[in-house]
């Protein structure tokens, strides 16, 4: 993959996408290799609010960390919220370098959502921190700018940089308001102007952040995921006005944003209009309509469900699968993948949660079988989908690895098998072919390098192992 950049004879390539596209030419014809290529995430910001509040994960019964629970069942990228100065303190820049240390420490990708203030932005609240308060054209810009830098190169300081970046949260209706205001009386060229000068100094600030050859992928997300009027109307007056970004992001709740055929639509619609990746940014569908604390609930009446998902664990799941495929199905590989918000934000013992019914864990905090939606080929559990046996894997040992592993398989009465590894971001990184002895075991050495010979970063990669009519993955391991 040597010679990737951020940009390429003066315009900005997305890495996510050409690289989904090649892995998704890579694969063609094997089953299920769409999804298999999928970033799978989870914004799990509330995390360290329920663990101080109490609050336990178990998995067959036995506590276990939420991050191994998600990576051992799918999840390749966690999301987090970065709030400029909040009152009580979680999700300001300290807490999300904690966060972001422990999420690579697990081997996962990392989504950092800037939301550009001291609390919860959205389309309908967009409030300046305090700090910026009396900021305003350059001034604010300067601020967003800077603000931008200081928290990415903080990340990546500890060795966390991120792998993608949003410059704002659900922007729809613009942000720091009324300055980048957008909706309304304020649709007006001087307002969409004054929006597009904030988002392009927030990408600047990302690249400000970052050295020649890292790859963050920059992001612009609104909520209208079954709304193609809504999002041609917000991207095509951002677009004209030259701000340059890399991925479209949307949030697709079905009680907010129409059905899985609007948002299939629309994704259809926006991949070849715009020619980028897109992601499914925040997502998530109820396994019950029940509740457990006197914490009022954000999803309960049973009109805010889908006909055909009922409030149960296998309508959760049968929801997200569904979803995984709309995503998947982009051409191009432009469906980059999908994030659940909140999986985590369980009822503590000291904290309520208004997303109790909305998680991937039950009342006690045991995991859903639902998280099944996130297995996957990639993630290395489970069969692929279709008619195509799985390979008979031995896994690979030694796992972790320092220098080298070896993949064993039972090899197929005849033909060659194709030995390929990836990492988190769907990149194939090196791959063998094998036309050896037919049937019995077999075995392949990774010596940890890419395809030009370099050791690879440490952290979780996923190998596979193909031949006609079957296939298998697993995970390993890299340590320093």
Not at 70 to 99: I, K, M, Q
Not at 130 to 145: I, N, P
Request: proline share 5%; with cysteine.
């Amino acid at each position: 993959m040597e010679g990737w950049s951020r940009r390429l004879s003066g315009f900005r390539t997305s890495g996510l996408v050409m690289l989904a596209a090649l892995a998704s030419a890579t694969w063609a014809g094997t089953a299920g290799c769409g999804e298999s290529h999928l970033v799978k995430g989870g914004d799990v910001s509330f995390l360290e609010q329920v663990e101080d509040g109490g609050g336990v994960y178990t998995e067959n019964g036995e506590p276990a960390d939420l991050l191994e629970i998600l990576g051992n069942h799918g999840f390749n990228f966690v999301r987090l919220r970065v709030w400029v100065d909040p009152p009580d303190g979680y999700c300001d820049l300290e807490s999300t370098l904690r966060a972001a240390a422990r999420a690579k420490e697990a081997g996962l990708g990392l989504l950092i959502d800037l939301h550009y203030s001291d609390t919860w932005a959205d389309p309908g609240r967009q409030s300046k921190p305090a700090a910026w308060s009396g900021a305003t054209g350059e001034a604010l810009r300067d601020s967003v700018r800077g603000y931008t830098t200081a928290v990415i190169a903080a990340l990546g300081a500890q060795g966390t940089l991120p792998d993608m970046v949003q410059i704002g949260n659900e922007v729809t209706c613009g942000m720091l308001w009324d300055d980048g205001r957008v909706c309304d009386s304020f649709d007006t060229d001087g307002q969409w102007d004054a929006f597009a000068g904030l988002v392009a100094a927030g990408i600047e600030g990302v690249e400000n952040a970052v050295g020649p050859d890292d790859d963050v992928q920059t992001m612009i997300h609104i909520d209208r995921g079954g709304d193609n009027a809504a999002c041609r109307w917000f991207y095509d007056n951002l677009l004209a006005r030259g701000v340059d970004f890399d991925l479209v992001g949307l949030s697709f709740y079905p009680w907010w944003h129409g059905d899985l055929d609007d948002l299939g639509a629309n994704l259809a619609d926006l991949s070849q209009r715009y020619g980028k990746g897109i992601v499914i940014v925040e997502t998530a569908y109820p396994w019950t309509l029940d509740w457990c604390d006197d914490t009022g609930n954000i999803v309960g009446p049973s009109a805010d469900l889908l006909p055909g998902y009922p409030a149960t664990v296998e309508g959760q799941r049968a929801f997200l699968s569904d979803l995984m495929a709309v995503v998947a199905g982009l051409p191009d590989g432009r469906g980059v993948g999908i994030f659940y918000w909140e999986p985590e934000w369980i009822t503590a013992p000291s904290s309520g949660s208004a997303w109790e019914n909305v998680t991937l864990f039950d009342f006690s905090g045991e995991v859903l079988t639902s998280i099944g939606a996130f297995d996957s080929t990639y993630a290395g559990v489970g069969a692929p989908t279709g008619s195509a046996p799985a390979v008979e894997l031995n896994r690979a040992h030694p796992n972790p690895l320092r220098t080298s592993t070896c993949i064993g398989f039972d090899r197929p009465p005849q033909g060659g098998v194709m030995v390929d590894v990836y990492d988190l971001l769907g990149r194939e990184i090196w791959a063998t072919c094998t036309d050896g002895p037919s049937g019995g075991p077999t075995s392949i050495i990774w010596d940890g390098t890419d395809r030009r010979g370099v050791h690879v970063a440490p952290g979780l990669y996923v190998y596979r192992v193909r031949w006609d009519g079957g296939e298998s993955s697993g995970k390993v391991v890299v340590l320093d």
